[in-house]
């Protein structure tokens, strides 16, 4: 009876006391499996019935289930009297197979997505960054009036960023604080799974269709930038020494020194 089973005859789980009670056997072929929550016997043990017990044809059907079971799993191989899980895979929770192990997730969150049209096209266009059209009326004279007097001395400028959205200054933020994470010592040989980050952050940070942005460059936070503001642009001269463009900055009513490493920041 079932309260007779002595100790020797349960085991810790199920999976393990069918194959000590049934293993490959063909002449059982339906097993009800039991636990003996207390008492001597504590645990799961096996009941199963002999092919030549009476019944219906679902006992044969049954019958050929447990024949199919004497092969592994999908997903699996025999190793010795048991089978073992191939790589990338583990055991299911009801221990009737092989599931896909999930792939593990990289501690960093994605980019955030951009819902500005404006944004967006900041983003995916390099062309169309340089909106000093929608600068303040008084930026866009103060702009014209560095790019004229740089001119009148002989020298060439390029501009790069005048106004920013604020969901595209976030986007500049982001990328460079998750760059800053990745590029720590040992950070990538510890969390490989953060590969996919990475190269698209390492895309996003330069050329060709990337931000022009540094290793540990400062971005200021959203809603703190006076690119956002209009009143501000991104502007590199050529062909002309500090010495030449002091005055130009200081006739024009800006100056290139508020932001410390960024000399092609005026505002």
Not at 147 to 176: K, M, N, W
Not at 206 to 225: E, I
Request: net charge negative; hydrophobic share 30%.
């Amino acid at each position: 009876t079932n309260s007779s089973y002595p100790s020797t005859c349960i085991y810790p789980t199920k999976e393990e006391a069918c194959v000590a009670i049934l293993g490959n056997r063909t002449d059982l072929y339906f097993g009800f499996v039991y636990y003996y929550p207390g008492g001597e016997a504590v645990g799961w043990t096996c009941w199963a019935y002999s092919t030549s017990h009476p019944g219906d044809a679902a006992y044969a059907g049954r019958y050929a289930w447990l024949g199919s079971m004497a092969s592994c799993p999908a997903n699996s191989q025999p190793t010795g009297s048991t089978c073992t899980c191939n790589d990338k895979y583990q055991p299911d929770p009801f221990y009737v197979g092989c599931a896909q192990v999930p792939d593990a997730i990289c501690p960093i969150p994605p980019l955030t997505a951009l819902t500005d049209p404006v944004a967006k096209d900041f983003d995916e266009n390099v062309s169309h960054r340089w909106r000093p059209d929608l600068l303040t009326a008084d930026y866009q004279h103060k702009l014209q009036c560095v790019e004229d007097a740089i001119a009148a001395r002989g020298g060439s400028s390029v501009g790069t960023s005048a106004y920013r959205p604020e969901q595209y200054q976030q986007h500049l933020f982001e990328i460079v604080q998750k760059d800053f994470r990745l590029s720590r010592p040992g950070y990538m040989s510890a969390h490989p799974e953060c590969q996919a980050l990475m190269d698209e952050i390492t895309g996003e940070m330069g050329p060709p269709s990337g931000h022009g942005l540094k290793h540990n460059q400062k971005v200021a936070t959203p809603r703190s930038s006076p690119h956002e503001k209009r009143v501000a642009f991104d502007l590199t001269p050529f062909g002309l020494t500090d010495a030449q463009l002091a005055p130009v900055y200081a006739d024009c009513g800006v100056t290139h020194t508020a932001v410390p490493g960024e000399p092609w920041h005026v505002q």
